[in-house]
């Protein structure tokens, strides 16, 4: 939540130009407001106000700023509503220390305390001003700016921050605990800074990844990195390289990224195809041994995680038990036992509860192993995990998890038909079939879009008369239900539920009325016939049902008002990764349904891409 970027050069040049650029690209982590500091010739320039960045560079100008240093940060509201004074940059009372933050400072209450009774004025509402004010403190008593911040932040929790400071031209400092921060160097000339990866691509891509606890000193084209807690230790970091094209970071021809990401999947599903197949092998192994397996994560990653649960579970004849992150420490506290094996997935690899949820399982248990899935190299996740599969979805931009969630089912049903190799529970003729139902899921994808696109428009004209509806789903679907519904709650805003299609009469039938819409996920496997009479029953309550259903269907079909149809063979072996297939058609749904709202797609309401705050 909140992207931060900084920059250092050795000249004075249009440095508010590439600031903007920088916080353009990182506006998927927060877009109420935002603000730029820049430094020139021993002054400090800021500009800052409420609103989308677009807005305010209208209004401000905010890339006419010039100087050798730049600040830039792009805002979701935590402590302080979301309106100009609170925007960063935040200053000291002179105005000569700027900082820009992310994450939540949690001890700030007492830490302002101390400062208001030292006289400090504050002018924000913000945890994040008492930073400025404090360094400004150590330094009133003659400590120099850099043993100022280091003494600042061992008082400090929960940040990733850029500093400058006036009497300082030649350096900024970068510091990290919890919130995420990269490095990137562009030949020996500058150095930047970022809270994620897309926002350095146009410059470089050689970063370094700071720790949790670290500290970095960044001059034109140099860094020095060091532990926060004991300062004199520098710390030799190897530079990764990232092989992310930046067209995937841009829009290109589409109007937004959601529907740019939505057409990606094919070619995200086949590069994810090239997982190594000794990590495949790792993952394999240490599930089949492991006595206990659970799946954990948080939203998207959730549902995904789900639908793995159902493929993965199939093969290793071992239960897994899928449980929100948020939730791990609380249902395992008294029953998680060594010689279990935990699956954490995440898109961005630094959700906060997912982070804390796989270190208390560590701290808990010695011989507890983590398998994490991550679609970013170097994050948090990966250094709390025993071994990491990458995802190869390459950046997504758009709020609304799209083309993660299915490679990440996908990279989950590799893991399972891997776990059906090595345990030798299949002819090699069925599992030859398995895999190459697999393989065709990104061509079916790809037919599905080019012919269905615009049939979805006309089907989200129909649906906007009513006000709320269900996705309905048997078996491994329910996780399609959920997360369909979920994608049309973030961008459309819409109330739907995604719900099992048997518990729906359970209660939530009661709301069936006339033309109400109901959304049927039904592809033809185990569950389809008592599929057919939960639809049934919804038909007889006046329901207007809308199914899913591939191409050959005929039952559910011929009970349906209107059809969406997927192109794939209707047998046991596609219909295991139907929720990599079926999940485009809901994508869309949403998508088209935020347009219908007058909404935009990619910067849903409250929402920030990466959840970095409990
Ligand atoms: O980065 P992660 O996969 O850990 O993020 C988890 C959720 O915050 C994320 O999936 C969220 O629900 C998406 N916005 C859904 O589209």
């Known amino acids: 939540m909140c992207g931060i970027f900084g920059i250092i050069t050795s000249e004075n040049t249009e440095i508010g130009k590439i600031a903007l650029d920088g916080i353009k690209r990182l506006e998927y982590r927060g877009y109420d407001s935002c603000g730029i500091v820049s430094h020139k010739d021993g002054q400090l320039f800021i500009k800052k106000d409420s609103g989308k960045i677009q807005e305010i560079q209208e209004k401000l100008t905010l890339d006419d700023l010039m100087g050798n240093i730049a600040l830039a940060h792009t805002r979701w509201a935590t402590h302080g509503a979301p309106i100009k004074k609170n925007s960063h940059p935040h200053l000291d009372c002179k105005g000569e220390i700027a900082v820009i933050h992310n994450g939540i400072i949690e001890n700030f209450i007492s830490l302002k305390k101390e400062l208001l009774s030292k006289g400090h004025i504050f002018q924000s509402d913000t945890d994040t001003e008492i930073i400025p004010h404090l360094i400004e403190e150590y330094i009133k008593k003659g400590i120099d700016f850099q043993n100022s911040v280091i003494k600042t932040l061992k008082r400090c929790k929960g940040y990733g921050i850029v500093i400058c400071y006036s009497k300082e031209p030649n350096f900024i400092i970068v510091a990290r605990k919890e919130s995420p921060i990269i490095i990137g160097i562009d030949r020996g000339?500058?150095?930047?800074?970022?809270?994620?990866?897309?926002?350095?691509?146009?410059?470089?891509?050689?970063?370094?990844?700071?720790?949790?606890?670290?500290?970095?000193?960044?001059?034109?084209?140099?860094?020095?990195?060091?532990?926060?807690?004991?300062?004199?230790?520098?710390?030799?970091?190897?530079?990764?390289?990232?092989?992310?094209?930046?067209?995937?970071?841009?829009?290109?021809?589409?109007?937004?990224?959601?529907?740019?990401?939505?057409?990606?999947?094919?070619?995200?599903?086949?590069?994810?195809?090239?997982?190594?197949?000794n990590d495949l092998r790792l993952f394999a192994k240490e599930l089949i041994s492991a006595e206990h397996v659970y799946i954990t994560a948080a939203g998207t990653s959730y549902h995904a995680s789900l639908a793995g649960k159902y493929i993965i579970t199939k093969f290793l004849g071992n239960y897994i038990q899928e449980i929100e992150c948020s939730e791990l420490e609380n249902q395992l506290k008294d029953s998680l036992r060594d010689n279990s094996v935990i699956i954490a997935v995440s898109q961005s690899g630094e959700t906060i509860d997912l982070i804390e949820a796989i270190r208390w399982a560590r701290n808990a248990k010695k011989n507890v192993k983590i398998l994490s899935l991550t679609n970013v190299v170097g994050s948090s996740i990966t250094r709390y995990s025993n071994h990491t599969i990458i995802t190869q979805a390459g950046p997504e931009i758009g709020v609304a998890a799209t083309k993660t969630y299915t490679t990440q089912v996908f990279s989950l049903a590799l893991i399972g038909l891997e776990i059906a190799r090595e345990r030798n529970i299949l002819q090699k003729k069925e599992i030859e079939l398995y895999y190459n139902a697999l393989k065709s899921t990104p061509d079916v994808i790809e037919n599905f879009l080019k012919k269905t696109n615009h049939s979805i428009e006309k089907i989200v004209d129909n649906l906007e008369r009513n006000a709320n509806y269900f996705f309905l789903a048997r078996g491994i679907s329910i996780a399609t239900a959920k997360e369909g519904g979920l994608k049309l709650k973030e961008v459309a805003c819409r109330f739907i539920e995604g719900y099992s299609a048997a518990n729906a009469?359970?209660?939530?039938?009661?709301?069936?009325?006339?033309?109400?819409?109901?959304?049927?996920?039904?592809?033809?496997?185990?569950?389809?016939?008592?599929?057919?009479?939960?639809?049934?029953?919804?038909?007889?309550?006046?329901?207007?049902?809308?199914?899913?259903?591939?191409?050959?269907?005929?039952?559910?079909?011929?009970?349906?008002?209107?059809?969406?149809?997927?192109?794939?063979?209707?047998?046991?072996?596609?219909?295991?990764?139907?929720?990599?297939?079926?999940?485009?058609?809901?994508?869309?749904?949403?998508?088209?349904?935020?347009?219908?709202?007058?909404?935009?797609?990619?910067?849903?309401?409250?929402?920030?891409?990466?959840?970095?705050?409990?």
């Open 505 to 614: 009469k359970h209660g939530p039938i009661a709301l069936v009325r006339d033309g109400f819409p109901i959304i049927f996920i039904a592809p033809p496997d185990e569950t389809y016939k008592r599929l057919i009479g939960n639809v049934m029953e919804f038909k007889a309550r006046g329901g207007h049902i809308i199914s899913i259903v591939v191409e050959s269907d005929e039952i559910i079909s011929d009970l349906s008002d209107t059809i969406i149809k997927i192109p794939q063979p209707a047998n046991k072996y596609y219909n295991l990764f139907s929720p990599i297939t079926f999940i485009p058609a809901l994508q869309l749904l949403a998508y088209h349904a935020a347009l219908a709202h007058g909404l935009d797609p990619d910067k849903p309401l409250n929402l920030a891409k990466t959840v970095t705050v409990h």
């Open 189 to 277: 000339k500058v150095s930047y800074c970022a809270s994620d990866i897309p926002a350095l691509l146009p410059y470089t891509r050689n970063i370094y990844i700071l720790g949790d606890n670290e500290l970095a000193i960044l001059r034109p084209g140099e860094v020095k990195i060091f532990d926060i807690e004991n300062e004199v230790k520098k710390i030799e970091r190897p530079l990764k390289h990232v092989d992310w094209n930046i067209d995937a970071a841009e829009k290109g021809e589409y109007e937004h990224f959601m529907l740019k990401e939505i057409f990606e999947e094919p070619d995200a599903l086949r590069k994810t195809l090239k997982i190594p197949e």
